[in-house]
C-alpha cells in the first residue's frame, strides 16, 4: 500500500473513497425504490417512424420540394440544351466548317462545366437546407414526445431500443398527438435556393 503524506490523501485511495461513497448512495437507492419500481411506466418510441410518418415530417418534405422545384427546372432546361448541342454537334460536325465546329465543342465543354457545377450547388443547398429543417422537425419532435410523456404521466420514455414489447411501444399514439398538431414547418433562409 503507498504511503500517504500527511495532510495529503493519495489519488488512488481518494478515487477508491469516492466509487465507495458511490456505491453505497446507488445501493441505497435502489433498495429504497425496489418496491416502486413495480409501477414505473416506461415507453419507447421509434424516432425513425415519427420521421418518417409524422405530419409535420411530410410537410418539411413537400415545403423543400416547392422551394426548389424552380432551381429542378432551371436545370433540367441546362440539361436539355446542352443535350440539343450535343446532338446537333454528332448529327453535323463532319459538314461543319472548323471554326463553327470548334465553337460548338467549346459551347458543349462550357454547358457540361456550368450544368455539373449548377447540379453541385443545388445538392449542396438542397442537404443544408434539409439538415436545417430535420433540426427543427427533430425538436419539434423531442417536444411533442416530452409533452406526451407528461401528458400521460410517463416515468421514463426511450428512443430507439434494442428490444422492446409492443406494449411499451408508444409510437403510434405519439403520432396521434402529431396529427392534433399543425403539420406546417416554417420556412426560413427559403432565399437560399437562388
Known amino acids: 500500500m503507498m504511503a500517504i503524506k500527511s495532510g495529503k490523501p493519495s489519488t488512488i485511495r481518494a478515487r477508491f473513497l469516492a466509487s465507495a461513497a458511490l456505491a453505497v448512495a446507488l445501493s441505497t437507492v435502489a433498495l429504497g425504490t425496489a ?14 417512424r415519427l420521421l418518417e410518418e409524422s405530419p ?16 429542378q427546372r432551371e436545370l433540367q432546361a441546362m440539361e436539355r440544351e446542352l443535350q440539343q448541342k450535343q ?12 471554326e ?3 465553337n460548338l465543342e467549346r459551347q458543349i465543354r462550357d454547358g457540361q462545366r456550368d450544368l455539373q457545377r449548377a447540379q453541385n450547388e443545388a445538392i449542396e443547398d438542397w442537404n443544408i437546407r434539409l439538415n436545417e ?25 426511450v ?4 428490444y422492446f414489447s409492443d ?11 402529431l396529427q392534433k398538431q399543425p403539420a406546417t414547418t416554417s420556412r426560413s433562409g427559403s432565399g437560399s435556393s437562388r
Do not use: C
Open 35 to 48: 418496491d416502486a419500481q413495480s409501477g414505473l411506466k416506461i415507453g419507447v418510441v421509434n424516432v425513425v
Open 56 to 71: 409535420q415530417a411530410k410537410a418539411m418534405t413537400a415545403a423543400l420540394q416547392d422551394e426548389f422545384a424552380p432551381r
Open 87 to 98: 446532338e446537333t454537334f454528332r448529327r453535323d460536325s463532319s459538314v461543319m466548317g472548323e
Open 100 to 102: 463553327e465546329r470548334l
Open 133 to 157: 429543417e430535420r433540426g427543427k422537425l427533430n425538436r419539434l419532435l423531442l417536444q411533442q414526445v416530452q409533452q406526451y410523456a407528461r401528458d400521460q404521466k410517463y416515468d421514463l420514455v
Open 159 to 162: 428512443a430507439d431500443a434494442l
Open 167 to 177: 406494449a411499451i411501444d408508444i409510437t403510434g399514439e405519439v403520432l396521434e398527438a
